[in-house]
Nanobody, 123 residues
Framework: QVQLLESGGGLVQTGGSLRLSCAASGRTFSSYAIGWFRQAPVKKREFVAAVSRSGDSTYYADSVKGRFTISRDNAKNTVYLQMNSLKPEDTAVYYC????????????????WGQGTQVTVSS
């Protein structure tokens, strides 16, 4: 089992940057693929990015490709989401999720979730 804690959210102007962190408990962090998802008010939770257990493979939603970068440091049990060129439509609660057997875009397949961190982009 793994516990996840997101941090790094906040208020930023359009065009600005934020770096989110997802810190995990447990000694088997490197055995989990990690995904980032986001949920805006009255919208479904949507896939943002994912990284494989080793960090060698990454996946992005089309809406963030070229602006966001996901990475991980298994020595620190942490996954990062660097967000650049932020837009008002990026405003949402951002969640990280983990699973030992799945790497992909489906929110239904990830077994473990953090509590989320709010990102607000002002226009």
């Amino acid at each position: 089992q793994v516990q996840l804690l997101e941090s790094g959210g906040g208020l930023v102007q359009t065009g600005g940057s934020l770096r989110l962190s997802c810190a995990a408990s447990g000694r088997t962090f490197s055995s989990y693929a990690i995904g980032w998802f986001r949920q805006a008010p009255v919208k479904k939770r949507e896939f943002v990015a994912a990284v494989s257990r080793s960090g060698d493979s990454t996946y992005y939603a089309d809406s963030v490709k070229g602006r966001f970068t996901i990475s991980r440091d298994n020595a620190k049990n942490t996954v990062y989401l660097q967000m650049n060129s932020l837009k008002p439509e990026d405003t949402a609660v951002y969640y990280c999720a983990a699973d030992q057997h799945y790497l992909g875009t489906s929110r239904w397949q990830y077994a473990y979730w953090g509590q989320g961190t709010q990102v607000t982009v002002s226009s």
